[in-house]
Every structure is written in structure tokens, then in C-alpha cells.
């Protein structure tokens, strides 16, 4: 089992939605390449140097932050250009970059999904680690059967941060993590399910999955657009009944 391996997954176009604004609109993506299986204990431990307690097992408890700090620390580690620059804890994501970097939220979605449009990708039970298993951590990877982009655990074990903010007009800075994890009941384990929490928190169930792939574009790319974060962060946008705007 290479730990490292990613796989290409080809241009294509996936249907993404917004609760809140009562959104929905189609993606279209280029090529790029993600990872077969979440980023490691063994891996971390590897490029970082820190205690690896289960090698095979997701490494988790990341804050948003880390999991930014290692997809650079990947990339020098292979010799690419990092694909993150840093002003303070303020993340600029270079989108010419080929270095490591977390997939954007259309990205993971396109990827999880392999040309499935249910809820899942196959029996739950037979491809993703949940609260159906009745086990109390997550599990080594590639345990369970892969999508048909051949990428294990995109649905359950560990939630998977993504590049994206969640809802900056309701939770500021809050980034967006995927899948579902290994506690967690069928209707919270779901390809289109998207929570998120603070840069800087951490969650003993979240993760992350490293993907690549640069573009000819500014500030804007597979889904994402540093404008539209702009748009979406301003005060006066609709919020469902009982939220209170943020101080």
C-alpha cells in the first residue's frame, strides 16, 4: 500500500448546493489529481518527525492551519513549489501552484462521488467506517471498498478538511471539512454533507486528504473564487429564522 499514491481524476462537472441561500449551481473542473487514501499517522510522522501511535491509521486532531502547514511541508519534501503562502495565520493559496494542497469543496464532492448521485457511492456498510460499526476510533485505511475512482474512505473514518469557507457571513473564518466520520449516524455520512469548524480548532474526528493540480487563473479556481468569499462574507445576506449575525 503506497500511502502517497494519488490518483488523476478528469476534467469533468458536479452540482454543488447552498441551504442557506437556497443555491444550487454546476462546477465544471479541470483535471487534477487527490489522494487514494487520507493523509496518515505514518505519513505525518514521516515528513514531520511526530509520534505515530497508528501507522495506518488517519492522522486526525489537525486544525485547518496544520493541515495547510503539511500540505507544504509535502511539497518541499518532493521539490514543488508550495502551493500556500502565509501573512500571519492570513492563507493565500496560489492556484498556478502544483504543490500539495487540501482539494476545494467541488473537487472533494466530484472526486467522493465517481459518477455516483445518490447519497453514497455504494452500501454504507461496505465502504465507509460510521456509528453502523459500533467503533470507538477511527480505522486503518483502504479497510473498507473504494469508489469507482478508486479512492478509499472519502465517506466515513475521518471527515476531511477542505480549502473552502463554510459560510463566512454566519461563521466568519470557518473552513469546510467532508465525508462524514467514524462516529458519526447514515444521515451525517453523506457526499453532500459539509460542516466546518475554525482554523485553528481541532477535532478528533477530522482529517484531511491531500490533492494536487496548478491553474492558469488569479485568485479563483475548481469551484472556488477569493470574489465571490468576498460577496458571501457580507453583512445583510438572508439567515434562516432564530440566527443571530455574528458581533
Not at 477511527?138 to 459560510?167: S, Y
Request: charged share 30%.
Amino acid at each position: 500500500m503506497d500511502l502517497t499514491e494519488m490518483r488523476r481524476i478528469p476534467a469533468g462537472s458536479v452540482h454543488l448546493h447552498d441551504a442557506r441561500r437556497g443555491r444550487r449551481w454546476t462546477v465544471e473542473l479541470e483535471s487534477f489529481e487527490i489522494g487514494v487514501y487520507p493523509v496518515t499517522e505514518e505519513l505525518f510522522a514521516e515528513l514531520l518527525g511526530v509520534p505515530a501511535r497508528h501507522p495506518r491509521r488517519p492522522a486526525r486532531d489537525l486544525s485547518w492551519l496544520r493541515a495547510i502547514r503539511f500540505c507544504n511541508a509535502a511539497s518541499e519534501w518532493e521539490g514543488h513549489d508550495p502551493a500556500y503562502s502565509f501573512d500571519g495565520e492570513e492563507v493565500t493559496w496560489h492556484v498556478d501552484s502544483d504543490g500539495y494542497r487540501l482539494p476545494t469543496e467541488a473537487e472533494w464532492e466530484f472526486a467522493c462521488r465517481a459518477g455516483s448521485t445518490g447519497p453514497h457511492y455504494g452500501p454504507l456498510t461496505e465502504i465507509a467506517w460510521t456509528a453502523l460499526d459500533g467503533v470507538s476510533e477511527p480505522q486503518d485505511v483502504g479497510g473498507k471498498l473504494p469508489n469507482l475512482n478508486g479512492l478509499f474512505d472519502t465517506l466515513g473514518n475521518v471527515w476531511e478538511w477542505c480549502w473552502d469557507l463554510l459560510d463566512p457571513a454566519r461563521y466568519d473564518d470557518y473552513r469546510v471539512f467532508r465525508g462524514g466520520g467514524f462516529e458519526d449516524e447514515a444521515f451525517s455520512v453523506r457526499a453532500s454533507v459539509r460542516r466546518g469548524g475554525g482554523p485553528r480548532m481541532h477535532h478528533d474526528d477530522v482529517g484531511m486528504r491531500l490533492a494536487r493540480g496548478g491553474f492558469d487563473t488569479v485568485d479563483a479556481a475548481q469551484g472556488w473564487s477569493a470574489g465571490e468569499d468576498l460577496e458571501r462574507g457580507a453583512r445583510g445576506m438572508p439567515r434562516p429564522f432564530g440566527w443571530t449575525p455574528r458581533g
